[in-house]
């Protein structure tokens, strides 16, 4: 069963996901998911998710691009909601199994959705992840024109988005995740 619950999955958006309605907005939007064999809440899942060693390269890169500051207890305050912004994001919405955030340029948004379920064995919790993009431009007939930089980036992106799932769902089987960020 181990090696089922690990598989991360590329899926359709769930309809009832905070980045769904940008799809009818033209939007590239993502949405991969893993299983794992244990209950984890939102919060526990947004701490784990932004303080893992692969994301806080990239909260350190964007900090110093862009001089905002993030470090583990700014996690820790986003994902009790005692904060609205992260670094470079802020919250767009949240509701008590997801969450999404916006970059301060508005282009890029960041979702993150836990999915409690009960089988035979017991509990198990579906971990969300996805971005989403907004087109640079939308043609009359409906069609989506991103920049040069998106398209270059595709394959990366989805490797990268599949390694930071991964590295959240390690953290969260970590036996003192909880104790420290």
């Not at 940008?22 to 209950?39: N, T």
């Not at 701490?47 to 806080?56: G, I």
């Not at 007939?141 to 980036?153: C, P, T």
Request: charged content about 20%.
């Amino acid at each position: 069963m181990s090696k089922i619950m690990s598989k991360i999955v590329q899926a359709a958006v769930p309809c009832h996901a905070l980045s769904a309605k940008y799809m009818q907005q033209g939007a590239f939007v993502d949405c991969y998911y893993i299983d794992i064999a244990k209950e984890v809440s939102l919060d526990n899942y947004i701490k784990a998710f932004y303080t893992t060693f692969l994301f806080k390269i990239e909260r350190t890169i964007l900090s110093l691009a862009t001089f905002k500051q993030a470090i583990d207890m700014h996690a820790v305050e986003l994902s009790l909601g005692t904060s609205e912004n992260y670094s470079v994001w802020t919250v767009e919405g949240r509701v008590s199994d997801q969450i999404m955030l916006r970059d301060f340029t508005g282009k890029t948004r960041s979702w993150l959705m836990v999915q409690k379920s009960r089988v035979n064995e017991g509990t198990f919790t579906r971990l969300y992840f996805g971005s989403v993009v907004v087109p640079k431009a939308v043609s009359a007939n409906g069609q989506a024109k991103f920049g040069f930089i998106f398209h270059v980036l595709g394959k990366f992106h989805q490797l990268y988005s599949r390694a930071l799932l991964n590295a959240a769902y390690n953290k969260l089987l970590s036996p003192n995740n909880l104790n420290r960020p």
